[in-house]
T-cell receptor, first 117, second 117 residues
Framework: DAGVIQSPRHEVTEMGQEVTLRCKPISGHNSLFWYRQTMMRGLELLIYFNNNVPIDDSGMPEDRFSAKMPNASFSTLKIQPSEPRDSAVYFC???????????????FGPGTRLTVL | AQKVTQAQTEISVVEKEDVTLDCVYETRDTTYYLFWYKQPPSGELVFLIRRNSFDEQNEISGRYSWNFQKSTSSFNFTITASQVVDSAVYFCALSDAYWGANSKLTFGKGITLSVRP
């Protein structure tokens, strides 16, 4: 089975440009998570969705960041306008609904390495 | 509040040595899940193990073993006869709920393991 798919794998852009990161979760998973990883702050949860509905976006750094999940198989994370401090690796993860509602495992995509010049 | 502490930041060993990676957690929940993930130099995050708070039995998978002690709030990871391919950053994580679609993970800062030939 295919794992979580992210695109692009690498993105280099200039400050002020719009950046869109894409994620396809594992088929059958109903929760999707966006994380950011930097050396300074480690892994940070930005936002997550259950059944395509945003549940907690408290980790989104500011209004320049937005995320959508129009259907069960696709999500985007958009940064507009981008700034150099947004440079990081952005991970998407998905999780199925566990049996009897028990927390199941998050599986991560390969990440998108974003560089904002 | 949830907290995961990985006090060791970097460990360097020679191939075939045994190495233990420490993880200490804090939670007010009586039931929860603990996880270990591996991040090799290629950058992806690979799931290694999930352990629920009810089960304190040690787990062994090949050269990997995990020791969960609720009394000391620790979930340590041992690699026996380390190999160069074990070189990676290892993250310990804690779920904030045992049940429910809204559970999230709290990650430690990670331990960088270098295995020298």
């Amino acid at each position: 089975d295919a794992g979580v798919i992210q695109s692009p794998r690498h993105e280099v852009t200039e400050m002020g440009q719009e950046v869109t990161l894409r994620c396809k979760p594992i088929s059958g998973h109903n929760s999707l998570f966006w994380y950011r990883q930097t050396m300074m702050r480690g892994l940070e949860l930005l936002i997550y969705f259950n059944n395509n509905v945003p549940i907690d976006d408290s980790g989104m750094p500011e209004d320049r960041f937005s995320a959508k999940m129009p259907n069960a198989s696709f999500s985007t994370l958009k940064i507009q306008p981008s700034e150099p401090r947004d440079s990081a690796v952005y991970f998407c993860a998905s999780r199925r609904r566990g049996e009897r509602g028990i927390t199941d495992t998050q599986y991560f995509g390969p990440g998108t390495r974003l560089t904002v010049l | 509040a949830q907290k995961v502490t990985q006090a060791q930041t970097e460990i360097s060993v020679v191939e075939k040595e045994d190495v233990t990676l420490d993880c200490v957690y804090e939670t007010r929940d009586t039931t929860y899940y603990l996880f270990w993930y591996k991040q090799p130099p290629s950058g992806e995050l690979v799931f290694l193990i999930r352990r629920n708070s009810f089960d304190e039995q040690n787990e062994i998978s090949g050269r990997y073993s995990w020791n969960f002690q609720k009394s000391t709030s620790s979930f340590n990871f041992t690699i026996t006869a380390s190999q160069v391919v074990d070189s990676a950053v290892y993250f310990c994580a804690l779920s904030d709920a045992y049940w429910g679609a809204n559970s999230k993970l709290t990650f430690g800062k990670g331990i960088t393991l270098s295995v020298r030939p």
